[in-house]
Each structure stands twice: as structure tokens, then as C-alpha cells.
């Protein structure tokens, strides 16, 4: 399982359509998704003209694709409005910058456009090492070595904290896939009470010795069983 596999899945089986990716580096994921409506945002796409005309070609969906380079916030605060103005998102990658307070910010603004049978698919929320958990200025200094996941993971806890009107877990591969829908339950309760603020003060070992429950870690396959998907 990775997580363009995972947003395939979902278009073909459970018919979503409208896709927007936020963080899209050079389309590696974006271009090969298959949709009329595709919105891809980013304030420093990594391809040319060039590019895009060659993935039309391999892909003729990537003609009718939106680009807004910008940062995500710009973009719901300028341009969502219009975008969505008679369409509702059915699927999302979030995977633009990976601190806390922007992916809960993409989070929320997705939650805003999308339809209740909607998905939000998150990345690099399972960071394996204190390095990968670092923060952006970290990793700029260390000259952008190494894997960087961020702590996209305190995203996942205050969904689970915070917003028990949605159901949110993470399948543990693809550097943790963060799943995030708007759920069917109108009892939920959460084992997790923290604020925005205790979750911001929490650290990497705080994270480490409680993994599995912060992140409601799943194994690969519970994808299928929860979406009720074949193989
Ligand atoms: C890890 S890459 C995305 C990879 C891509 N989604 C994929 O699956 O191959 C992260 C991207 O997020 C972009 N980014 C950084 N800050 C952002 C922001 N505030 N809003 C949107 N994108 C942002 C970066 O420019 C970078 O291209």
C-alpha cells in the first residue's frame, strides 16, 4: 500500500472524483491521478512546461488540471472560493508543509470543501527517528538531508482529541498514511483529551512511547476492511 494506490482505490471503487493535492514537489503522485477535476497546489512546483505536456500525452486527464502556485493558505484564503464554487472536494492528499500548524490548517480547510463521503489522505505521518520528526528550520540546516516527516503526527492526535465528529487513523507504511473521513457515528467518544496546546508542547519521545495510540496505527490492510474494498 502507498498512498497513490490508496487514492486509486478509492476513485475507482468508491467513485470519488474531485482531487486536490496540496504539496506536489514535481507531480510524481499528481500527474498520474485520472480525473477531469484535478487541483494541484504548491508554491514552488518542481516541472516545465515541458513536463506537463509530456504527462498529458502519457495522461489526457492533465489537461483539464489547475495549478496554483501559491501556499495552501493563500490559496483557500484567495482562490477556494471561486474554485469551489459549484464543486465539493472527494479526495486529498495533504502532503505540502509538514509542521503541525499548517496540516491542521489543510485539515480544516479541506474539511470545509468536502463532500460527507469525502477522504483525506495524509502523508509521512509515522516519523521513524527524532531527525525525520524535526522541524522545518531543522531540516533546512541540515541542508534538507535525510528523510523529513515533520510532526504531521500531532495532526493525527488532535483529530483524535479534538474532532470526534471525524474517524482518523493511520496504516502503518508509505511513511505512515494518515486516513481521515468525516464519520458515520454520532456517539464517538476519544481515549485522547488534549488541547492544541498540550499537543504542540508534546516530543518526539512523548511520540515514540506512545506510537500505535497516538496515531491509531493500522496495519496496511485495514484500508481494505475499512473502505470495504477488493483487492
Ligand atoms: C513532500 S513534497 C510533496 C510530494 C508529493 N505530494 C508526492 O507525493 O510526490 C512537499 C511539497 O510541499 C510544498 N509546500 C511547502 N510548503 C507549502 C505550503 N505552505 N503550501 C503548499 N505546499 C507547500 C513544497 O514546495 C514541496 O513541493
Given at each position: 500500500?502507498?498512498?497513490?494506490?490508496?487514492?486509486?482505490?478509492?476513485?475507482?471503487?468508491?467513485?470519488?472524483?474531485?482531487?486536490?493535492?496540496?504539496?506536489?514537489?514535481?507531480?510524481?503522485?499528481?500527474?498520474?491521478?485520472?480525473?477531469?477535476?484535478?487541483?494541484?497546489?504548491?508554491?514552488?512546483?518542481?516541472?516545465?512546461?515541458?513536463?506537463?505536456?509530456?504527462?498529458?500525452?502519457?495522461?489526457?486527464?492533465?489537461?483539464?488540471?489547475?495549478?496554483?502556485?501559491?501556499?495552501?493558505?493563500?490559496?483557500?484564503?484567495?482562490?477556494?472560493?471561486?474554485?469551489?464554487?459549484?464543486?465539493?472536494?472527494?479526495?486529498?492528499?495533504?502532503?505540502?508543509?509538514?509542521?503541525?500548524?499548517?496540516?491542521?490548517?489543510?485539515?480544516?480547510?479541506?474539511?470545509?470543501?468536502?463532500?460527507?463521503?469525502?477522504?483525506?489522505?495524509?502523508?509521512?505521518?509515522?516519523?521513524?527517528?527524532?531527525?525525520?520528526?524535526?522541524?522545518?528550520?531543522?531540516?533546512?540546516?541540515?541542508?534538507?538531508?535525510?528523510?523529513?516527516?515533520?510532526?504531521?503526527?500531532?495532526?493525527?492526535?488532535?483529530?483524535?482529541?479534538?474532532?470526534?465528529?471525524?474517524?482518523?487513523?493511520?496504516?502503518?507504511?508509505?511513511?505512515?498514511?494518515?486516513?481521515?473521513?468525516?464519520?458515520?457515528?454520532?456517539?464517538?467518544?476519544?481515549?485522547?483529551?488534549?488541547?492544541?496546546?498540550?499537543?504542540?508542547?508534546?516530543?518526539?519521545?512523548?511520540?515514540?512511547?506512545?506510537?500505535?495510540?497516538?496515531?491509531?496505527?493500522?496495519?496496511?490492510d485495514y484500508f481494505y476492511e475499512y473502505?470495504?474494498?477488493?483487492?
Amino acid at each position: 500500500m502507498n498512498r497513490l494506490l490508496a487514492i486509486q482505490l478509492l476513485m475507482t471503487q468508491k467513485n470519488l472524483k474531485n482531487y486536490v493535492e496540496i504539496g506536489v514537489f514535481n507531480g510524481h503522485i499528481f500527474f498520474r491521478i485520472k480525473s477531469f477535476f484535478k487541483i494541484a497546489i504548491d508554491p514552488d512546483f518542481t516541472f516545465s512546461k515541458f513536463r506537463i505536456f509530456g504527462k498529458i500525452i502519457l495522461n489526457p486527464y492533465n489537461l483539464f488540471n489547475q495549478y496554483f502556485k501559491i501556499t495552501s493558505d493563500d490559496f483557500f484564503k484567495n482562490n477556494a472560493p471561486n474554485v469551489f464554487r459549484d464543486k465539493k472536494i472527494d479526495i486529498a492528499l495533504v502532503d505540502g508543509m509538514h509542521e503541525f500548524a499548517f496540516a491542521t490548517r489543510d485539515v480544516e480547510h479541506i474539511l470545509e470543501r468536502m463532500n460527507d463521503n469525502g477522504v483525506i489522505i495524509m502523508h509521512d505521518c509515522n516519523p521513524l527517528t527524532f531527525e525525520a520528526a524535526c522541524t522545518f528550520k531543522e531540516w533546512e540546516n541540515r541542508n534538507f538531508s535525510g528523510t523529513w516527516n515533520g510532526d504531521v503526527w500531532k495532526t493525527i492526535l488532535y483529530i483524535q482529541s479534538c474532532r470526534t465528529d471525524l474517524d482518523v487513523f493511520v496504516l502503518d507504511c508509505d511513511h505512515g498514511l494518515g486516513v481521515v473521513t468525516k464519520s458515520k457515528k454520532h456517539d464517538k467518544t476519544s481515549p485522547f483529551h488534549f488541547s492544541m496546546e498540550e499537543i504542540d508542547r508534546l516530543t518526539y519521545d512523548d511520540f515514540n512511547a506512545n506510537r500505535t495510540a497516538y496515531l491509531n496505527l493500522k496495519s496496511a490492510d485495514y484500508f481494505y476492511e475499512y473502505f470495504q474494498l477488493n483487492k
